[in-house]
Every structure is written in C-alpha cells, then in structure tokens.
C-alpha cells in the first residue's frame, strides 16, 4: 500500500504542495488537517482515547475526530472521511465552524473545524480509537483544567473557547 500524501500548507493558510505522511511528520511541515466534535442531541461530546499506536499524542484522551488532509482533498470531504473511519459517523452534515491555526515541536497545521451531531451506534476503527463514550460539554472542560496533561493538546488549543461557549 502507498504511503498517504499530505497536502502542505503556508502560513497564509493555502496550499502550497505535497509530501508523503512520513516526511511530514519527520520534518514537522505545516500541513492542514480535519478535526471534528460529535455530539449528540442531548448536547454530550463523545470523548476516546486514541490508541497507543497513533503517530501523533497516543494513548491521549481525544474530544474531537480528525485527521490529515490529503493531496488534492478539499478538507470537508477529509472531515467526512475521517469522522466515519474513526467513529461510524455518517450521513450527517458537518457545520463548519471555520480554521484556526496550531503548532507545537511535534505538529504544525491549519486545523478545519466542524461539530455535527449523530444519536447513531459509534462504531470505533481499532486502529485509532481503544475507548469512548458520551460525556458533558462541562465533564470534557472540567478535564481539561484538572487533567490537562491526559487529553489531546491540540483538540484543547483549537476547541476550548468553542465547548466553554457551549456550557454558558
């Protein structure tokens, strides 16, 4: 199987090439990738924990399904992909919510937001996801200030001030 190829990403937020999954994570280029929250009608937020495979933060507590954009995908359509690889999640619309910018030492992206919300089965892929289940808005903020360290740090820079939003 041939590797992904990871569209890349100027700071001005267009694309501005490619390069295989690999290279891009061994030289932390700037890419861009999906990050979707699940919710469902009751307003919970569908906490997992990302497997202790994953290249990027694992074994973490995630509130939020994502992943890369791919060479020459639009990142809506690298959100629908990722949402129903990781959870099940299917058919339903994403709102997009609009990009926001992260870097740390091990990424740099464009993250493209969007929450939907889905009463359907989750159906986890096992080689992202190991645990989950619905949790409040407030469980997830609540974690975050007393268990920072146990979640996603990018999830929590680029949705925080979106789930405080949701609990006030």
């Known amino acids: 199987m041939a590797e992904e190829e990871v569209a890349l990403y100027d700071e001005s937020g267009q694309v501005s090439g490619s390069a295989p999954r690999s290279r891009m994570r061994a030289l ?3 890419h861009a990738a999906s990050s979707v929250v699940v919710r469902d009608s009751l307003g919970r937020v569908y906490l997992h924990r990302r497997t202790v495979t994953k290249d990027v933060y694992p074994g973490l507590l ?11 995908e639009d990142p809506a359509v690298g959100a629908v992909r990722e949402v129903e690889e990781e959870l099940g999640v299917a058919g339903v619309p ?7 910018d992260y870097a740390d030492s091990h990424t740099r992206y464009r993250a493209f937001r969007y929450v939907t919300t889905w009463d359907g089965p989750i159906r986890w892929q096992a080689e992202e996801v190991s645990w989950g289940d619905w949790v409040t808005v407030a469980e997830v903020v609540r974690r975050v200030e007393e268990e920072r360290g146990s979640l996603v740090p990018d999830s929590v820079a680029v949705w925080l001030a979106v789930l405080r939003s949701w609990i006030s």
Not at 62 to 72: E, K, N, R, S
Not at 94 to 100: F, S, T
């Open 28 to 30: 932390n280029l700037r």
């Open 62 to 72: 995630d509130f939020a399904a994502g992943g890369v954009v791919l060479a020459g």
């Open 94 to 100: 994403l709102v997009d919510l609009g990009p926001v």
